[in-house]
């Protein structure tokens, strides 16, 4: 479980939920969160800290959208280890490296059925 105390200031300027991802995100970049430490479930979390379900959960989300937990259905989450992680996400402009997509040219084929919401079927 987490060896950190969070402290949630609610009468803050900044959200709950920005307040506790920040929280756990430094612990996992400074060490003070081991990767593969399993974090305490959302409901738990939750009851700890005297906040919703829905703040604790999009926290959760917004640490594994960016890698820095990782999350295992029916089992938990868990912190990341980030010298293995390709999904951090760059502090700062000087680390982005531009990446080119390839795009291949589509074939000219005859469409048969047009899916496209944005038009009228002239023919009907």
């Known amino acids: 479980m987490l060896n950190i ?14 307040q506790l991802y920040e929280q756990i995100k430094e612990g996992i970049i400074h060490g003070s969160i081991l990767p593969e430490t399993k974090l305490p479930s959302i409901r738990q979390l939750a009851k700890e800290l005297d906040l919703s379900k829905t703040t604790i ?4 989300q917004q640490l594994t959208a960016e890698g820095y937990i990782t999350s295992l259905p029916n089992i938990g989450y868990f912190a990341s280890n980030l010298e293995h992680s390709s999904y951090i996400i760059p502090q700062n402009k000087k680390e982005l490296k531009k990446q080119t997509i390839p795009i291949t040219p589509r074939e000219n084929k005859k469409i048969i059925y047009d899916f496209c919401s944005n038009s009228l ?4």
Do not use: H, R, T, V
């Not at 105390?5 to 920005?18: F, M, Q, S």
């Not at 079927?121 to 009907?124: C, E, G, M, R, T």
């Open 121 to 124: 079927d002239q023919d009907s």
């Open 5 to 18: 105390a969070l402290k949630i200031e609610k009468k803050g300027d900044k959200p709950l939920y920005i």
């Open 57 to 60: 959960e999009a926290a959760y």
